[in-house]
């Protein structure tokens, strides 16, 4: 490539998720910053827009890098769905649209591993610079920032009943699980305003957009870094299998997320030296840590008959019932349309003398089938998992052809206390449907079913009926330790002009759903790279 077709920026973010729709708009507030963003997929997809439009993503190649995982022996050798949104906003704009930070503890653990300013009390104030939420506590809550973050606008005798029987079981009512104390049982707070899902790349990149020194482009497909010696000065990519190429004079963010971050740089020869060489990959710097790390949350889904009518979306969405969810959405912006994925759900501890919740289950007001499919049968769903597993697994690349997809590998179930804590949050969900206050409700157990009333039995059903929350982290881990691969400044440890900022350099997982963390990285990493600019 000649050096004409070049082009040179001041920072290059691979990737408009999460994290890199939000350093894109950050770094790009300065206009003496020339920034160039690259996106694999689209700008845009029509359902996207539409909260319920997540039924429509999650297995849609249009907008979803439509991963899976490697069979294992606790899936039952099944090849577990792994969705990853590819297009501006990434896992934002196809994600189930739920709102939650983790617990204080999340934090403070980074920190306690050695990354400096990751605390609790160092990540509030950017969890408070990203959200404009109106209720909670000001001391823990934003007010003005660039991400809607509402209460769903969702009543009736199902959730009435489900919050009660939680109170009889010793789950108390906690409007604010992102305030002072996360434990309780809450309606779920969500990145939709006004019947819009609310991604990084509406309320990120739009405001931006029209910035002179701000360049997106989409269908670009980084295939590797530029590395001069151990100094990272640009990228190489595709736009409609025409190659291209840009230099960055300060920095490259890769922004990828957990699947596509560890398989870029191993593609650009960062990583495991042999692991490169067997696939014919020059090293250009030995990281063993690239890839390593992986955690999800692993989350059977206990299904619930409810016999009294009209409560359900099975119910209320079927039929004639659609064509009036529709209308309720067109003219008020509510409904099953306009709904998060998990309406309501509960932080539990599974068992007494833990500091904080361990346990997570999240309430769907209806049945579905594969595909998303509503039920004939009227219930509801109830996942349940360890919100802090220990299982990790990896992700590494099988070709130097970037677009293979890389080996996952989750490695589930493997420490005995994730399966353990598994079984005793099914039994906890059991407990809640059983209270007296579902009596009304007439329901009953469809799966894991009855009869299956031993752990091992519990954990049998779990391996053949588990899939994952999607919420993989952990494969650019930061730290101090022979196996991190970014510092606490989020620099690629060993190389210049490089840093990784989305949820891959989580060290551990948070206490629920990733996006929230995701974006406050997408935060920090920006105040990172301005602050280290002021610096030079």
Not at 117 to 127: I, K, N, T
Not at 357 to 386: N, Q, R, W
Not at 421 to 443: G, H, K, N, W, Y
Request: with cysteine.
């Amino acid at each position: 490539m000649q050096s004409a077709d070049i082009r040179d920026y001041d920072y290059i973010i691979v990737g408009a998720g999460s994290a890199g729709s939000v350093v894109a708009n950050r770094l790009s507030a300065d206009p003496n910053n020339k920034v160039l963003l690259l996106e694999a997929g689209p700008a845009s997809h029509p359902w996207s827009a539409i909260p319920v439009g997540y039924a429509r993503l999650l297995e849609n190649p249009a907008a979803n890098w439509c991963y899976s995982a490697e069979p294992e022996a606790s899936t039952n050798g099944r090849k577990i769905a792994v969705p990853r949104g590819r297009m501006l906003g990434g896992s934002s704009s196809i994600n189930g649209l739920v709102f939650v930070r983790g617990q204080a503890q999340d934090f403070d653990t980074w920190a306690q591993l050695g990354n400096k300013g990751w605390s609790y009390a160092d990540v509030l104030p950017f969890f408070k610079q990203l959200e404009s939420y109106d209720g909670g506590e000001d001391e823990y809550r934003g007010r003005d920032g660039p991400l809607r973050v509402t209460d769903p606008d969702e009543h009736g005798a199902l959730y009435d009943a489900l919050i009660e029987a939680a109170g009889q079981v010793g789950i108390p009512h906690n409007p604010d699980y992102n305030g002072a104390t996360q434990e309780g049982i809450a309606m779920s707070q969500a990145t939709i305003s006004n019947g819009r899902r609310m991604s990084t790349a509406y309320c990120y990149l739009d405001p931006a957009r029209k910035r002179k020194n701000l360049s997106i482009e989409t269908g670009a497909l980084t295939e590797a870094l530029v590395l001069d010696g151990k100094r990272c000065t640009g990228v190489r990519y595709t736009v409609g299998g025409k190659p291209r190429q840009a230099r960055a004079r300060r920095e490259v963010v890769v922004s990828a997320g957990s699947i596509n971050s560890p398989q870029l740089l191993e593609l650009s020869g960062i990583g495991q030296a042999a692991r490169l060489q067997d696939l014919g990959i020059e090293v250009r710097h030995d990281l063993a840590g690239v890839g390593e790390n992986l955690r999800d949350h692993y989350a059977p889904r206990t299904r619930w008959a409810i016999g009294t009518p009209g409560v359900t979306y099975n119910d209320m969405g079927s039929g004639l019932g659609l064509v009036k969810q529709a209308m309720r959405y067109l003219f008020s912006r509510k409904g099953m349309l306009g709904i998060p994925a998990a309406p309501l759900r509960a932080f539990v501890r599974s068992r007494e003398g833990l500091d904080g919740p361990d346990v997570l289950l999240g309430f769907v007001p209806m049945l579905y089938e594969p595909g998303f499919k509503l039920s004939a049968t009227a219930g509801i769903t109830c996942y349940a998992h360890a919100m802090r597993p220990d299982s990790t697994g990896h992700i590494h690349i099988t070709s130097a052809d970037p677009k293979t997809p890389p080996a996952i590998n989750f490695n589930f179930l493997s420490s005995p206390l994730d399966a353990e804590i598994t079984v005793r949050a099914v039994r906890i969900v059991r407990a809640l449907m059983t209270a007296p206050a579902m009596t009304a409700l007439q329901t009953k157990e469809l799966a894991p079913g009855p009869m299956r009333a031993s752990d091992q039995e519990i954990l049998d059903w779990v391996k053949a009926a588990a899939e994952t929350t999607y919420h993989p982290v952990g494969t650019c881990k930061m730290g101090s330790d022979p196996m991190a691969v970014v510092d606490d400044q989020l620099r690629v440890r060993g190389l210049e002009g490089l840093r990784v900022a989305d949820a891959s350099i989580m060290p551990t997982l948070t206490s629920g759903n990733t996006n929230a963390p995701s974006i406050m990285i997408g935060e920090k990493a920006a105040d990172l790279v301005l602050q280290a600019a002021l610096g030079s």
